[in-house]
């Protein structure tokens, strides 16, 4: 093993738990005889706070200590020749660091410090006055869907879903109002899952594939670290690839999705993060998960090849757009949230009477029964509602409705 390959060990042993390193602080006190031993050939177990006998034999196995001094009553120990004291401090130092970033992080997602999704826009009051006439001649789902991903052409049902959870609402009274939104496909390479996925991280939202999770979704394992749900928390994310990830970032996906925290046990932290996010989905396969859990994304939309006559429109498409930045209409669409996301969409008494009896006949008329289906309805009416900086009424519930089961069918005919 080589000298680096030790600093390495020791890196991750202070990483793992604090006991660790405070050990190896003392160690290079005594090293440095900044600190007094009781052995005449090196320090010994109760020298080394912290230390106990299976730490010490970590070490020894490790070759990062060696005896110097055995007998029937003590025995005395020393680094190991290929280690120095500033090698072992150099590690130290560097640990400290990182949790102190750590603990700054961790700080600012548990005191709900994060930047807000959109927080950085700035619209001015031309653009209100624009955003104002669209709204008045056009429903806004129909006019700015395009914008999401404008360099896609197609998939307009996704993108109407994930521009109505891009609207949704911020969970309150202990009910959730995020929408999401879960494309998948064995045969979907091509056909634009990916990059809409991707074009999440232009609006300020994060993204994620399956080579992109090293310092883990839910929380770092070996640090404590607030995950990539938590450090999003208040804004809107993507997942690639989530039939291909470690079960349990996948459950932490889900329990995000649905609870808008992150339940964890790492190194010498444990608790829950708040990881309140919009979330939006991309895997190849649902087999990994069971009914309960494919039903807690409110759209599901299984991706498969386009069609020839598809292709030749998207031909077109793409041979006029090609080369042609699209990052005017990105910008637009973030100036148009973040000012539909300044109103909340409320809901009067009359208006929860009218859509219980609307609900209450879809569930009659379809005989689905889940009750995550109703609260779906809620949601995207809600965020339809906003959308176009209006209340609720009983036609955003019946278009919600209506929306929600043209995708259930979709997937029936699968």
Same mark, same amino acid.
């Given at each position: 093993?080589?000298?680096?390959?030790?600093?390495?060990?020791?890196?991750?042993?202070?990483?793992?738990?604090?006991?660790?390193?405070? @050990?190896?602080?003392?160690?290079?006190?005594?090293?440095?005889?900044?600190?007094?031993?009781?052995?005449?050939?090196?320090?010994?177990?109760?020298?080394?706070?912290? /230390?106990?006998?299976?730490?010490?034999?970590?070490?020894?196995?490790?070759?990062?200590?060696?005896?110097?001094?055995?007998?029937?009553?003590?025995?005395?120990?020393?680094? @190991?020749?290929?280690?120095?004291?500033?090698?072992?401090?150099?590690?130290?130092?560097?640990?400290?660091?990182?949790?102190?970033?750590?603990?700054?992080?961790?700080?600012?997602?548990?005191?709900?410090?994060?930047?807000?999704?959109?927080?950085?826009?700035?619209?001015?009051?031309?653009?209100?006055?624009?955003?104002?006439?669209?709204?008045?001649?056009?429903? @806004?789902?129909?006019?700015?869907?395009?914008?999401?991903?404008?360099?896609?052409?197609?998939?307009?049902?996704?993108?109407?879903?994930?521009?109505?959870?891009?609207?949704?609402?911020?969970?309150?009274?202990?009910?959730?109002?995020?929408?999401?939104?879960? /494309?998948?496909?064995?045969?979907?390479?091509?056909?634009?899952?990916?990059?809409?996925?991707?074009?999440? !991280?232009?609006?300020?939202?994060?993204?994620?594939?399956?080579?992109?999770?090293?310092?883990?979704?839910? +929380?770092?394992?070996?640090? *404590?670290?607030?995950?990539?749900?938590?450090?999003?928390?208040? =804004?809107?994310?993507? +997942?690639?690839?989530? $039939? !291909?990830?470690?079960?349990?970032?996948? $459950?932490?996906?889900?329990?995000?999705?649905?609870?808008?925290?992150? =339940?964890?046990? @790492?190194?010498?932290?444990?608790? $829950?993060?708040?990881?309140?996010?919009?979330?939006? *989905? *991309?895997?190849?396969?649902?087999?990994?998960?069971?009914?309960?859990?494919?039903?807690?994304?409110?759209?599901?939309?299984?991706?498969?090849?386009?069609?020839?006559?598809?292709?030749?429109?998207?031909?077109?498409?793409?041979?006029?757009?090609? *080369?042609?930045?699209?990052?005017?209409?990105?910008?637009?669409?973030?100036?148009?949230?973040?000012?539909?996301?300044?109103?909340?969409?409320?809901?009067?008494?009359?208006?929860?009477?009218?859509?219980?009896?609307?609900?209450?006949?879809?569930?009659?008329?379809?005989?689905?029964? $889940?009750?995550?289906?109703?609260?779906?309805?809620?949601?995207?009416?809600?965020?339809?509602?906003?959308?176009?900086?209006?209340?609720?009424?009983?036609?955003?519930?019946? !278009?919600?409705?209506?929306?929600?089961?043209?995708?259930? =069918?979709?997937?029936?005919?699968?």
């Amino acid at each position: 093993m080589t000298t680096n390959d030790k600093k390495e060990v020791i890196r991750d042993l202070c990483r793992k738990k604090a006991d660790y390193l405070i @050990a190896f602080r003392d160690i290079a006190s005594l090293v440095k005889e900044e600190k007094k031993k009781t052995g005449n050939f090196g320090f010994t177990i109760s020298d080394v706070r912290k /230390m106990n006998p299976h730490f010490l034999g970590v070490l020894k196995s490790e070759g990062i200590i060696k005896i110097t001094y055995e007998s029937h009553k003590r025995h005395d120990f020393w680094i @190991a020749d290929d280690l120095t004291v500033d090698d072992i401090e150099e590690v130290v130092k560097e640990v400290e660091s990182e949790k102190e970033v750590i603990s700054e992080m961790a700080k600012k997602v548990l005191t709900d410090q994060t930047q807000e999704f959109l927080d950085e826009v700035e619209v001015t009051p031309k653009e209100i006055k624009r955003f104002e006439k669209i709204l008045s001649e056009h429903d @806004a789902l129909d006019y700015f869907y395009q914008n999401v991903c404008p360099k896609l052409e197609g998939m307009e049902k996704p993108r109407k879903a994930v521009l109505l959870a891009l609207a949704s609402h911020w969970d309150e009274a202990g009910d959730r109002y995020r929408i999401g939104v879960l /494309m998948f496909g064995k045969w979907s390479t091509g056909t634009g899952k990916t990059p809409l996925l991707m074009w999440i !991280k232009q609006l300020g939202g994060g993204y994620v594939g399956r080579t992109t999770t090293s310092s883990g979704l839910t +929380v770092n394992l070996r640090t *404590g670290a607030p995950g990539f749900f938590a450090r999003f928390h208040r =804004s809107a994310c993507a +997942v690639d690839e989530i $039939d !291909k990830l470690e079960k349990n970032d996948r $459950d932490g996906t889900l329990q995000a999705l649905e609870e808008g925290v992150i =339940s964890f046990e @790492a190194a010498d932290v444990k608790g $829950d993060y708040p990881a309140e996010a919009i979330i939006l *989905g *991309g895997a190849n396969s649902i087999s990994h998960f069971t009914p309960e859990q494919f039903a807690r994304w409110d759209f599901r939309f299984h991706i498969e090849p386009y069609s020839i006559e598809e292709a030749q429109d998207i031909a077109d498409y793409i041979s006029l757009t090609m *080369g042609k930045p699209k990052d005017k209409e990105t910008e637009e669409l973030k100036k148009f949230l973040k000012w539909v996301r300044s109103r909340r969409a409320e809901i009067s008494d009359d208006v929860r009477k009218e859509g219980a009896e609307l609900i209450k006949e879809y569930i009659r008329r379809s005989e689905n029964t $889940d009750i995550r289906r109703i609260q779906a309805i809620w949601r995207v009416a809600r965020s339809w509602a906003r959308l176009n900086r209006s209340d609720v009424t009983g036609e955003y519930v019946a !278009k919600a409705i209506v929306m929600l089961e043209e995708n259930d =069918s979709l997937l029936e005919e699968d």
